[in-house]
Every structure is written in C-alpha cells, then in structure tokens.
C-alpha cells in the first residue's frame, strides 16, 4: 500500500526553511509520499539532502524527489532573472514537489509534463 | 530568515578574498568521472594524482584538495586549487555496496562514511570560485542533484562549466545534456582517456574570463 500525503502550500509558507524540511522529512520516514503544492529553492533542496544525509540509518536509505514547472516557459528575461534570486531562497508557490522514501520509490522519472513513480516491483516488471 | 542570512554572508565574503586563493571545485553526482578528471588535471600539471577511482559508487567520500595548480596554454596562466569533492546523492543504500561485492561490515562502514562526504560537498559548496559539475553523459542529466548543485551556484553567480564525461562509451549523449542546460557551456571529454582534454582546459580559461 502506498500513502500519499498532500501538503497545501499554506500549511508550510509561514516555516522556516529548516521546520519546513524536518516536516517534510518526518512524513517520508513514515514511509509516506509527500505531494507537495510548489517547489522548494535550491537553497533548500541542498538542506533537504544534507539533513537526509544525516538520518540515513539501516532503516532509511534516503529520498528521490522530483518537481513539476508549471510556471510559464516564455517568462520575460527580467522575470527569469528576479525568479532566480527568489527561487534560490524562497521557492514557488508554482508547481508539485514528490518526495518519497527510496526504500519505497527505487526511481522518479519527469517526461516532462508527468511525473512516473517506479517502486521495486515495478521495475522488476520493467525488467523482465 | 536563517538560510538568507548564510546566502549574504557568503555573499559579502567574496568581496574580502585574497588574491590567488581561487577554489575550483569538481562536483557532480557518484560515479560521473569527478576523481579521474581530478588525476588527469594533476598529473597533467603537477605529475601527481589526487584521489582513488574505482568503478564502485561513493569511493570518494572526503574532500581532496591539491593546491596551486597552474594550466597554460597560449600565453595565458590559470592557477587554482583544485577541490575534489564526494558525489552528491539523495540517498545511499549500504545494500548496494553489498551487490557490489563489499562484505557487510565494509558496506556500512563505506554508506556512513559516503553520507558525511554528501554532507561536506554541500558544505563546500559555498566556498567555491569556479565549480565544473562533472555529469556521465550516458545517464539522465536531468536529475534533482545537478539541478541544485547548479541552482545553488547559478544564485550567487560562480561561474559554471559543466563537463559531459564518458564520450567515449556508446551510449554518451553529450546533445541530450547540452539541451538540459542550455544556458552552461556543456564540453564532452573522457577523463580516462584524455580526449578533448585540452579544449576542456581552454574552456576553463573562457569561464574564468582569463
């Protein structure tokens, strides 16, 4: 059985980014998906790896995570440039963010407007 | 406010570096080539390696530095200090190490020591000059770890060169990563065997604007 759990942007847009990330990670270890409304900054996703990083234990392994642009691809040069900026901080409110445990989730895969979940047995099926 | 108030202070401390302590650091996800292009840039400059390759994931788990290398070609000079840095990884399963043929004591002790090297690399991270993001050219270059390895750097402006390693398999797609990051000079190489290896030196002549 698989646990997807949605979280709306609001519910973590007045975190800081380190209450933000031990949230999120709480609800993987649960070996539970997060679906997360919006992206996380790369400021953050870096934290979200490091903070991984030290909580792998013979139990958990780590994440995949994978996000969805919904943001408009033609943005003005100017727009793109202030996004960068903010992004790197803040994030988006625009997008989805899938973050699973790797003991459940063996590989994300973006093609590029959905988003494929492979578990182990898919990817035995894959195989064969 | 936290993650800001780093961002700025390493943002400020760039303006206070001295001159001649330029970091150019080797990053990307396991297993790209990040050690072997390391050795074949030292070897090259200094006749001295830097690190241990092996074709198991996660063998560099501690930063390795050599200092003052200095390139030339045409007139021009570059020197640095060349950071090797662990692969970075979203996760990292002891098992692994076991399929690949580690007893299970060395597997655990390998997967501890390779999360803390994940965790140093991002450390470093910040305190790069130059960063060349080393990727295998025969895997999908649009994982979340490049993604924000280079939307870390792209943030604070270090200039980028991102390096499509193994051309000389088949399968290397050196197009297929130029096309994900199509705003990075994108240079194909095979760090074992040396090809195009100059190019990627002019190359980093061009991103340090020497």
């Known amino acids: 059985m698989l646990t997807l759990q949605f979280i709306p942007y609001t519910e973590i847009s007045n975190l800081s980014s380190e209450k933000k990330i031990q949230k999120l990670l709480k609800i993987v270890r649960d070996e539970k998906i997060v679906l997360l409304e919006g992206k996380l900054g790369s400021a953050e996703k870096s934290e979200l790896i490091r903070k991984t990083m030290e909580e792998i234990d013979d139990k958990f392994k780590g994440i995949e995570i994978e996000d969805l642009d919904l943001e408009r691809k033609d943005k003005a040069l100017i727009e793109k440039m202030r996004s960068v900026l903010i992004n790197f901080i803040l994030g988006s409110r625009k997008g989805l963010t899938i973050i699973g445990p790797a003991s459940i989730i063996k590989e994300i895969k973006k093609d590029p407007d959905k988003i494929q979940l492979f578990t182990e047995e898919s990817k035995k099926k894959k195989k064969k | ?210």
């Open chain 2, 1 to 210: 406010m936290g993650l800001f108030h780093n961002f700025l202070k390493k943002f400020l401390k760039s303006f206070f570096k001295k001159k001649g302590e330029v970091k150019l650091g080797l990053y990307g996800p396991p297993n790209g080539g990040k050690t072997t292009l390391a050795n074949k840039i030292s070897m090259d400059w200094l006749g001295e390696k830097v690190g241990k390759v092996s074709g198991i994931a996660h063998e560099t788990r501690e930063i390795q530095i050599k200092e003052q290398i200095t390139i030339k070609s045409k007139g021009k000079e570059l020197t640095f200090n060349l950071v090797d840095t662990p692969g970075i990884a979203t996760k990292i399963d002891y098992e692994d190490f076991l399929k690949a043929g580690l007893k299970e004591k060395e597997a655990k002790t390998r997967a501890k020591e390779a999360t803390k090297g994940v965790v140093d690399a991002i450390k470093w991270l910040d305190d790069m000059d130059t960063v060349v993001i080393v990727l295998d050219a025969t895997k999908d270059p649009y994982s979340q770890v490049n993604i924000t390895i280079i939307g870390n750097l792209e943030a604070r402006k270090i200039p980028v060169l991102i390096v499509a390693n193994k051309v000389d398999l088949k399968k290397a797609d050196v197009k297929k990563v130029q096309a994900a990051f199509p705003q990075y000079d994108v240079i194909g190489i095979s760090a074992k065997y040396g090809k195009n290896i100059d190019n990627f030196y002019e190359s980093l002549f061009k991103i340090t604007n020497k």
